[in-house]
């Protein structure tokens, strides 16, 4: 069965710092890998996604995510956050049509 | 990207009423719609799976007969909460797939509250 952890429920970065959100996941082929971010009471937006092809993802709002096959990892990065950034995140792992496994969530705080 | 609309976005309802939450898919058909349901501070846990002209499929644990799920056409699913409780107040998002399958968008959610 497919999962997917995200072991820092709750991470607090200074505005301007550098983030990086961890996610890891089981799955038995190769995986289809997603970050979304939900602002409170609203949906899930989609980040970026990996499907194949280049490790290094870039998606919106200038995060990055690495795909690590050998650490079963899929980081989400952003050189320099910004007050906006402020949301939870979220990992999530599916294949082709699956449906979609979510990780626990990352709740960021961004302080001045 | 694709748009998929979710409505209503809040709706409190009286205990033992039904409530019927929308899913469109404005700009594309989507032969797969899915629902989640999102705890407070929690993350989403799939429902059910719906596809177009078929029955849905739930997840175990999930009521069917209390939650249920029709996808009649290409842009449009819908949850019907009957016999709402207390309990099933709740975030409720859904999400659709495109005629690729290989992202799914998700509409803004619902909050539901049954007082």
């Known amino acids: 069965a497919q999962s997917v952890t995200q072991p820092d429920i709750h991470i607090t970065v200074s505005e301007g710092a550098s983030l990086e959100l961890r996610c890891n996941y089981s799955?038995?082929?190769?995986?289809?890998l997603f970050w979304y971010v939900q602002s409170p009471g609203q949906g899930l937006q989609l980040l970026l996604k990996?499907?194949?092809?280049?490790?290094l993802v870039q998606g919106i709002k200038g995060f990055e995510a690495e795909f690590k096959r050998s650490q079963s990892s899929f980081n989400l990065r952003k050189p320099s956050v910004h007050w906006s950034d402020a949301a939870e995140y979220f990992c999530?792992?599916?294949?082709?049509?699956?449906?979609?496994?979510f990780g626990t969530g990352t709740r960021l705080t961004i302080i001045p | 990207g694709a748009v998929v609309s979710q409505h209503p976005s809040r709706v409190i309802c009286k205990s033992g009423t039904s409530v019927k939450i929308e899913c469109r898919s404005l700009d594309f058909q989507a032969t797969t719609m899915f629902w989640y349901r999102q705890f407070p501070k929690q993350s989403l846990m799939l429902m059910a799976t719906s596809n177009e002209g078929s029955k849905a499929t739930y997840e175990q644990g999930v009521e069917k007969d209390k939650f249920l799920i029709n996808h009649a056409s290409l842009t449009l699913s819908t949850l019907t909460v009957t016999s709402a409780h207390p309990e099933d107040s709740s975030f409720y998002i859904c999400?659709?797939?495109?005629?690729?399958?290989?992202?799914?968008?998700f509409g803004q959610g619902t909050r539901l509250t049954v007082v």
């Open positions: 999400s659709a797939l495109t005629g690729q399958n290989t992202e799914a968008f």
């Open positions: 799955y038995g082929a190769t995986p289809y």
């Open positions: 999530a792992v599916g294949g082709g049509n699956e449906k979609l496994t």
């Open positions: 990996y499907f194949s092809g280049d490790t």
